[in-house]
């Protein structure tokens, strides 16, 4: 696994260098772009004397923001092609992974020897390529013992539901609640398997299995062959691919994020502007009501007609 991991090695890093400098340049084309769309809408305007400084740190801020998130884009984008190129490399391909392959294919044989009840060196002999599987027979064993599941899931239904209901047994019955039963258990017996399938990771690579099935000759070398392009290699690529493009999304999101720092700085920046605008005229304009402050303001009038003494007779 070694030697095949450094055969393969230049060209997926051959691969993630290309990548990441055009999504270093495509960041960079992208946070130029937003840096003059964002200055056109007025995302910058602030009545500061540094007002034009910071519009230049911005203008950095969403350039390096661009070129970090072009970078990791660029980069992710570069391991997927990278592992895709290694794994379609022959000595990946021809050694691991067909080795994998054939591990389904006997297992597959195998699952047909339980089903007909064949003893264990019939499996021997399928791997030699001494016995062939037969697809349509193997189909048809599959379908019996689904149905023999279906079968056991009404038949405990259908004597629990008349109970439950208090129904006397009777063939009209049985006919009819059978045949609810028996629809309602056949989808919950689909939905297992489909459950199955989902949570194991692998209902995506379930029709390609199916397809290798569906086109095999019987021999173990070609199910092996088939089930290697339809089902393994699929299978083998979609855990990196979910891995890598999740980082892609969470590379592009931070680097919207990052990008409205600055209008979120520029705006908050405004508010306090407009704040000190409404409150700077109120300070100075509230005065005395009378005299100067000085203490040279006019003593008590004096009533008319005598002086401030007394009163005239």
Known sequence: MLEVLLHTAPASAGQVLLWSVLGVLGGLAVGAGA?????????????WRHARWMRVLAALWILAAGLAA???VGGCEGTWRGTRRAVADPAFR?????????CVSAGVAWLDLKLRNAPEE??????????????????????KARGEVVDGLVATWNAQAQARL?????EVVDALLGAALRLVAAKLVDKAV???????????????????????????????????????????????????????????????????????AFWIGRVVERRKAC???????????????????????????GDAGGIAP
């Open 194 to 264: 489909h459950d199955s399938a989902e949570k194991a990771g692998v209902a995506s690579a379930k029709d390609g299995f199916f397809t290798a099935l569906d086109r095999t000759s019987g021999t173990h070398a070609d199910l092996s062959a088939r089930l290697l392009d339809d089902c393994v290699v699929p299978l083998a690529l979609l855990p990196v691919r979910a891995l890598i493009r999740g980082q892609q999304t969470a590379a592009a999101l931070l680097g919207a994020l990052a990008m409205l720092v600055p209008v979120l």
């Open 122 to 143: 019939a499996l021997t002999a399928y791997v030699d390529g001494k016995a062939t599987l037969d697809v349509p027979a193997f189909y048809g064993r599959l379908a």
């Open 35 to 47: 840096a003059l769309l964002l200055s056109r809408l007025g995302a910058f305007r602030l009545e």
């Open 94 to 102: 021809e050694g691991p992974l067909l080795r994998a392959a054939g």
């Open 279 to 305: 409150t700077k005229p109120l300070t100075g304009d509230i005065l005395p009501a009378t005299g100067t402050g000085t203490g040279s303001g006019t003593g008590a009038v004096a009533p008319p007609g």
């Open 70 to 72: 072009g970078g990791a």
């Open 166 to 170: 208090g129904l006397g047994r009777s």
